[in-house]
């Protein structure tokens, strides 16, 4: 029996299947009548405004298949008990560890302060020439850097070992203590008693009414003087008036952002003048790695009962 597969135009479409009726979509708007007698609905660039709608009008769907990480805003929109959600976890692992590290170099290595400079002219003589390799203040490289990731999932897995190579002593934060790909896990219950030895955060914390807030103006105020905060989670989980504060006072060394609370960024949010802030439009992802691969095997799937890849529910 051929199934018909809802396919966001943003992406190139797999190898035509004699049992899969491939309709392309336009990711951007409402879907078209004729299309909401689908069996699958491929997610990917979807405005989350859009979600529910397709909820309530695909009659028909048994696999909803999402190729980000995270899916809160499938689990939300409100899909019946008896649709089949998965994510696109993995798909993102070496981008997303990718972008944050590049995010974590810059404020080390001070490329937000050069390039300021650069742009006025200046020869940044304070960062020039010699320099002492673990000076007092936050740190200038990651050769003995303590960086805690907190949310140590496949994102994490792949990024660790990467800040490993560069000399950074790596742990990582979960919901249960343990090790995970050779690195020391701690508890989230734990996460208090680790903040004031971290000279790096990452946050890869997934969206969630536990997650929201969880870096408040008491965990920022856990951390040294001299830490950096990076988060490519979501922004939800960081309080951003906290962390602006925290800024303002010098006491957080700097802080990278991927993720907001409201996106795009409003005009008037204090984090674009936030002092020692470098600020990414949500640009650490956006180009799922096997994403054909992953949806051909959950299809798969959908047709024996068995064999699920990243089954939400």
Not at 76 to 86: P, S, W
């Amino acid at each position: 029996m051929t199934m018909c597969v809802l396919w966001p135009d943003v992406l190139p479409s797999p190898t035509p299947d004699d049992e899969v009726d491939l309709v392309v979509y336009d990711a951007a708007s409402p879907l078209p009548e004729s299309a909401c007698d689908a069996d699958v609905f491929v997610v990917w660039a979807r405005p989350g405004h859009l979600l529910p709608d397709d909820a309530r009008r695909l009659r028909s769907v048994r696999l909803v298949q999402g190729l980000m990480a995270g899916t809160d805003a499938l689990v939300d929109a409100g899909f019946g008990d008896d649709v089949t959600l998965c994510s696109g976890v993995g798909l993102h692992d070496a981008t997303v560890s990718e972008h944050t590290l590049a995010l974590i170099l810059a404020l080390v290595r001070r490329l937000p302060t050069l390039v300021d400079a650069q742009r006025e002219s200046e020869w940044c003589s304070d960062l020039a020439g010699h320099q002492p390799l673990h000076p007092e203040g936050p740190v200038t490289t990651l050769l003995d850097a303590n960086v805690l990731v907190w949310g140590f999932g496949s994102i994490a897995t792949t990024l660790a070992p990467m800040l490993a190579a560069l000399g950074a002593h790596v742990r990582g934060v979960a919901r249960s203590a343990g090790e995970r790909a050779g690195f020391e896990v701690v508890s989230a219950d734990d996460v208090d008693a680790v903040l004031p030895e971290t000279d790096v955060l990452v946050s890869l914390l997934p969206g969630t009414p536990e997650t929201r807030h969880v870096l408040d103006a008491r965990r920022l105020a856990l951390l040294p003087d001299r830490a950096f905060v990076v988060n490519v989670g979501r922004g939800s989980v960081l309080d951003e008036e906290a962390l602006v504060a925290a800024l303002e006072a010098g006491t957080l060394g700097g802080a990278a952002l991927d993720v907001m609370e409201t996106e795009p960024l409003p005009e008037d949010s204090p984090l674009w003048t936030a002092p020692r802030t470098l600020l990414t439009p949500h640009c650490a992802g956006g180009r799922p790695v096997g994403y054909a691969d992953l949806v051909q095997q959950n299809l798969a799937a959908l047709r024996t009962g068995e064999g699920w890849r990243n089954r939400v529910r």
